[in-house]
């Protein structure tokens, strides 16, 4: 709004004359571009230089949008946006494979719905039992090494399942001929009478009582 000789009309803080270039006024004072931006533009998060033209604001901080990147992998945030970490950005699959629970069966990262067992969690259909696969529908597990079980072959892994019945052991329990019984089921195998632990005869891996082991196999 006034009039200068061409050599008067200068910029405020380099002197240079700005003669018919471009120019950014400023409190009533004009600045040459290249001042302008070093004085009064915002700075780039990433580089420090003045942004000239687009900006892109996140993190309470100030971007050239192409200095905007992922800290891991270095790839420009695209729709899906990003994640925050320690005031480092991150893209969504980095941000997963770095910072979320890892499933203790697949060990992929645990993004909803889980389950949390052994100090760990677990994708629901990952909390299987480590031999069978099968779920526990009943909301119970046994824990050996590190991995659930169902009852089942927990027992077969510890070697407590009746060499009779061929189920768990959970009570009393008779060791014989290398293997375990219940109690009841340590019985003679020709009249089914249960035995006593030490009195008993052994035959082609067979237990019996006395007189039927007498009966059957006469010397």
């Known amino acids: 709004g006034q009039a200068w000789h061409p050599e008067h009309f200068v910029c405020t803080h380099c002197k240079e004359e700005i003669g018919s270039s471009l120019f950014f006024e400023r409190n009533g004072l004009a600045y040459c571009c290249k001042d302008y931006h070093h004085l009064f533009s915002p700075r780039c998060a990433y580089c420090a230089a003045p942004i000239q033209d687009k900006v892109l604001t996140a993190m309470d901080q100030t971007w ?24 480092k950005p991150y893209c969504r699959k980095d941000f997963l494979a770095m910072f979320s629970p ?4 697949c060990n992929r990262p645990v ?4 389950l949390s067992a052994m100090d760990t969690v677990w994708h629901p259909e990952c909390f299987v039992c480590g031999d069978c696969f099968s779920s526990f529908s009943t909301g119970s597990f046994f824990e050996l090494d590190g991995r659930p079980f169902c009852e089942l072959h927990y ?21 014989a001929m290398g293997h375990k019984f219940h109690p009841e089921h340590f019985v003679c195998a020709f009249c089914l009478t249960q035995l006593s632990k030490g009195i008993f005869r052994e035959q ?6 006395l007189p039927c082991f007498n009966k059957l196999f006469p010397l």
């Open 64 to 87: 050239h949008p192409e200095h905007f990147f992922c800290f891991h992998c270095g790839e420009v945030f695209g729709a899906e946006g990003f994640h925050e970490k320690d005031k």
């Open 102 to 105: 890892k499933c203790g069966g």
């Open 111 to 114: 993004l909803e719905n889980y």
């Open 155 to 175: 027992h077969h892994r510890r070697g407590t399942l009746c060499h009779g019945c061929g189920q768990p052991i959970t009570g009393r329990c008779i060791s």
């Open 204 to 209: 082609n891996d067979k237990t019996y009582c």
